[in-house]
């Protein structure tokens, strides 16, 4: 019988398709690059076709490249739905599950969240990856990540979403600010000021301005980063305004500055928390009863 390609060449040749460099490839599947580079080369010797171009600066994929890539994430996905449909013959919160939540969230829920996981489900092992939403995403498809925790909407196919609660926006200014002293504060008080957001990919930034119903042109952004915590204190410094998720705010990200924080006296300034997953998944019984436990926490 005749050699067959292993599911770790396959991730292999997947991860060298979304890098497209073997270094960075071979990093995010923790192992060495001359590990990764022979994985591929037995792959290609093993079905005995020429998968990836090789040169000085980039790695391009072959045409017949691209078409196992693409059937080998499928196995890919389709092998950890296998597994997930194992895990969920047990009892729920009893396996282990990937979590993967954005930078907006993890710091600010994650840690009363689990907390209360770990008193209630002692044997339920949660692995979490922090990242932007879109890298997340393509972490899930991929078969990478079990399930995510965002902020929606967020464009996603094939995929079901568990709405949790909505998380309100809130402005952060000097005390001086004029903003500050307005009894009946309004999204469109904010045009024309000089508003720090976090920079693109952060999708914080997209769901502010479209809370507020604002352009980019409509502000000013003399600053952009890539941490709540840094446009905190790049206003504490007189430099500009920002929105803050309620989130964040009631977990004293304004703690040991002279800000003032004021709500909007308006509806639908916020934005909305929830879960994603995989729709073949085996295991949305539990998923939503995660959704339903982190519910319980907020």
Known sequence: MSRQPTLKQLKYLCAVADRQHFGHAAKSCFISQSTL???IQELEETLGVSLVERNNRNVLLTSLGRE???RGRQIL???EDLMSLCDAAGDPFTGKLRLGVIPTIAPFLLPRMLRSLREVHPNFTLFIREDQSQRLVNALHAGELDILFLALPFPAENVDIMPLCQDDFL????PSHALAKKKRLCSADLKGEGMLLLEEGHCLREHALEACNLRDSQISIPYQASSLTTIVQMVANGIGITLLPKIAVDADIT???QLTVV???QS???RQLGLMWRKKTPRQTEFRLLGEFISGCL
Request: net charge negative; aromatic share 4%.
């Open 268 to 270: 639908g300034v916020s």
């Open 171 to 174: 402005l952060a200014c000097l």
């Open 255 to 257: 703690a040991g500055t």
């Open 68 to 70: 196992v890539v693409d």
């Open 37 to 39: 580079s022979a994985g």
């Open 263 to 265: 709500p909007f006296d």
């Open 77 to 79: 996905v389709d092998i």
